[in-house]
């Protein structure tokens, strides 16, 4: 499926489009070194009927220039895909808790897959678009569904939660139990607010609503194979979920990843904190890791922002050299593509002006050529078209820790919000950043599955939550020498809802070797801190708070290690560098693939590794200890090998490319 990297853009159609025009655009995207561009709409409307001859006439001027083309199926606009204005009814629409149509919801304008015929609707139009399109030697792939989100309140939905409750738990005695109920049958289930007995029915709903989502999509997937088994399907999420965790769209990028072949996201980062809290390197590298564990591996950037949002609003501006850290970020973390939202401004709709690599008159921007350069590099350089990043430390994403900070902020969102496990993964991915350790993203899921992956660091910032069956693969993990890093709150939390009575860490509360017996304001160099109070048992104290209380302690546990801080200490880059610190001190940290004055990725190809070394700083001097020949394959800089290492003078956005067989 991944013969090579897909590099291009997304090119809106338009009706009156002609061969010639096409021509043009294809003939440019190829002079910019790209293979790749996704289309939309799938089709248009003629005399009341789908009609796809444009759609075609793009996809064989395509083939005539070598590009590969991904027809995108569903999007946010139904009206321009399956579903025509004058079909339209109120009653497709998705519903509000009061039970009034959502329209335009999150900006969206979204209709009820679950409705019957609208459901009956989509799957005529699928597998109509697909017929007709899938012998056109150019195509590349399916885009199911661009930008997945489906939240709903209607009675079809309300039964399909009823339903996946009843498979749960069986009997609506274990229901009633759990959620601290009072109901004689999973019908008279409804969706009730009130989490003053129990917060499971909120992170029951939630954990449902992720399910659900990957399951149209499953369904999207099982009605476009059965009618094109040749071509690879693909879905995107925004973001990914280890940086942005909102809950509106109801998507898990893992859950989605696994219902189609390959797993994409959309990557805006000059959002003004809408999407990524901030445009830092750190978080855009973590935003990267965290879409490839959940592609396995493998993930595309189904959309990456090629400018401002519109002619109106241009502080979303993005420079050429932008577009290349963004590119060489995600490669080095995995990326088998990277498709630029868009090719031309957009001529119509409220952004207008905003977005493209081109121009309004179709010749070529500053960006265009920027883009040119990473074209360029993956073409003379093959075997860096999909590189497989080296790691040695992870971090645990687990959605249902999110889902329980929900429902427990439910009555104080508007005072605390819900972010705090997030904003505590970031802060740990950004001093992971600055540390020059290569962070990966871990989910529940997969540790209790199949074990925690080839790292020998595991963090485990704010994890509410804790099953036996996580807390078993983590004391498994620690007892063949890996080290975690927890901080509290940690496994406060059983899955039904109730507080441990061994506190930190309910089922892990053994390896950490204290006991919780209060809270307080605390600080550490006069930084404000929130402390959980330790009695300290059989572990050693290895910080201490202003006021002398134990910040971080640390317990051996056979051939590894369990450290466990009693306050969120990540947000201080002086603190956290001194918890890093106090796990080198004992041998712990692991260690890296090379060390270096600035920034470095490293990641290995076929043939040969490759060494990422961005230097946002203008640094003059970069030097990176190895001993091993290099090449300078793309950047700016001047090389210098001296013994044992590598120096690059008035670098940027330089790659090298490494002997195979150096020693790590």
């Not at 394959?633 to 956005?653: D, N």
Request: proline residues 4%.
């Amino acid at each position: 499926m991944f013969d090579c990297f897909r590099y291009g853009s997304v090119v809106l159609l338009e009706e009156g489009d002609s061969a010639e025009k096409f021509a043009g655009i294809c003939s440019a995207m190829a002079s910019l070194e790209m293979n790749t561009v996704v289309i939309w709409p799938p089709v248009f409307y003629r005399k009341g009927k789908w009609d796809v001859e444009v759609q075609r006439t793009f996809l064989r001027t395509a083939a005539e220039y070598d590009l590969g083309v991904i027809v995108e199926l569903t999007g946010q606009v139904s009206d321009l895909e399956y579903l025509p204005d004058w079909e339209w009814r109120r009653e497709f629409a998705v519903e509000n808790p009061d039970g009034t149509p959502a329209l335009m919801q999150n900006g969206l304008g979204e209709l009820n897959y679950h409705h019957p015929m609208l459901h009956a609707r989509l799957q005529t139009f699928l597998e109509f678009v697909v017929g007709e399109l899938k012998g056109e030697p150019a195509l590349l792939a399916w885009d199911l569904w661009n930008e997945t989100h489906f939240k709903s309140f209607d009675s079809w939905t309300l039964d399909l939660f009823r339903k996946w409750l009843k498979n749960k738990y069986g009997s609506i005695e274990a229901l009633n139990s759990c959620w601290k109920k009072s109901y004689m049958d999973f019908s008279q289930i409804r969706l009730d607010p009130v989490t003053w007995g129990s917060i499971v029915p909120d992170t029951d709903w939630e954990e449902f609503r992720v399910e659900d989502l990957a399951g149209i999509l499953t369904d999207f997937s099982a009605v476009v194979r059965r009618e094109d088994p040749c071509h690879w399907v693909t879905a995107d999420n925004v973001m990914s979920n280890a940086v942005w965790s909102e809950f509106d769209r109801g998507t898990d990028d893992w859950l989605v990843a696994g219902a189609v072949d390959c797993f994409g996201i959309s990557f805006y980062p000059k959002t003004g904190g809408r999407l990524l809290k901030e445009n830092s390197p750190g978080l855009r590298t973590f935003t990267f890791a965290g879409a490839a564990s959940a592609g396995k591996g493998r993930f595309m950037v189904a959309e990456m922002q090629s400018h401002c949002y519109s002619d109106l609003f241009q502080r979303e501006r993005v420079m050429p050299e932008e577009l290349l850290d963004w590119n060489f970020e995600a490669l080095f973390q995995g990326a088998c593509g990277s498709i630029f939202w868009k090719w031309e401004p957009f001529r119509s709709g409220f952004q207008l002006g905003g977005r493209g690599l081109v121009l309004a008159d179709g010749s070529f921007s500053r960006r265009a050529e920027a883009a040119k350069r990473f074209g360029a590099f993956l073409n003379q350089y093959p075997d860096a078209s999909q590189l497989t990043p080296r790691k040695s430390a992870a971090v645990l994403y687990d959605r249902r820790t999110n889902f329980t900070v929900k429902a427990m902020n439910n009555r104080i969102r508007h005072i605390v919000g819900d972010d705090q496990p997030a904003r505590s993964r970031l802060a740990v991915a950004e001093l992971c950043f600055e540390r020059n350790l290569p962070l990966g993203v871990v989910t529940a899921e997969t540790v209790c599955d199949s074990g925690i992956p080839s790292v020998s660091l595991l963090f485990i910032p704010f994890q509410v939550i804790m099953d036996e069956s996580l807390a078993k693969s983590v004391e498994t993990f620690v007892l063949a020498g890996g080290t975690v890093v927890a901080s509290v709150p940690f496994g406060d939390v059983s899955p039904k809802g109730r507080l441990f009575d061994s506190l930190p860490g309910g089922p892990l509360n053994h390896l950490t070797g204290v006991r919780m017996t209060d809270s307080r304001e605390d600080s550490l160099y006069g930084e404000q801190l929130e402390v959980y109070e330790m009695e300290v048992l059989d572990s050693e104290v290895l910080l201490l708070s202003d006021q002398g209380l134990p910040l971080l302690s640390f317990k051996r546990w056979g051939k590894g290690g369990f450290f466990l801080a009693a306050a969120d200490l990540w947000h201080s880059r002086r603190i956290g560098n001194e918890v890093l610190d106090a796990i080198l001190a004992r041998g712990f940290l692991p260690s890296l693939p090379l060390v270096a004055d600035c920034h470095v990725e490293l990641a290995s190809g076929k043939e040969f590794d490759y060494l990422w070394v961005p230097n946002y700083d203008n640094a003059e001097f970069c030097r990176i200890r190895m001993d091993c020949s290099a090449e300078l394959v793309f950047g700016e800089g001047k090389l210098e090998i001296g013994s044992g290492e590598v120096i690059l003078k008035h670098a940027r956005q330089a790659v090298l490319r490494l002997r195979k067989e150096r020693e790590a």
